[in-house]
Nanobody, 127 residues
């Protein structure tokens, strides 16, 4: 069973940056399309960013221009660089991975597309 191990959350001030990381325990991460999601209290889980195995990326509207998704295949790691953080970015952030192939990037934004999920890491942005 694949495990995704997240790290990098914390408490920061508005305007600060954070870098989240997600490591795969078994397969090489180059086999996976991956996504970052977040869930704030009382809200639905929403997509933050997605990257396919081919490198195509998708960003949620609220994070475009501020967040960057990347992968380091040598370390089996995905990263989410979050800049210019806002209080509304406060949430639990989850990484997710899938071996499935979809022809449309939009399908990778659906939570059902993913087979493996990290445990979540809290990001809190104070004003």
């Amino acid at each position: 069973q694949e495990q995704l191990i997240e790290s990098g959350g914390g408490l920061v001030k508005a305007g600060d940056s954070l870098r989240l990381s997600c490591v795969t325990s078994r397969r090489s991460n180059r086999n996976y399309a991956m996504g970052w999601y977040r869930q704030a209290p009382g809200a639905e889980r929403e997509v933050v960013a997605v990257q396919t195995t081919g490198g195509t990326t998708y960003y949620g509207d609220s994070v475009k221009g501020r967040f960057t998704i990347s992968r380091d295949n040598a370390k089996n790691t995905w990263n989410l660089q979050m800049n210019s953080l806002k209080p509304e970015d406060t949430a639990v952030y989850y990484c997710a991975a899938t071996l499935r192939y979809f022809s449309e990037i939009i399908d990778y934004t659906r939570p059902w597309a993913y087979d493996y999920w990290g445990q979540g890491t809290q990001v809190t942005v104070s004003s």
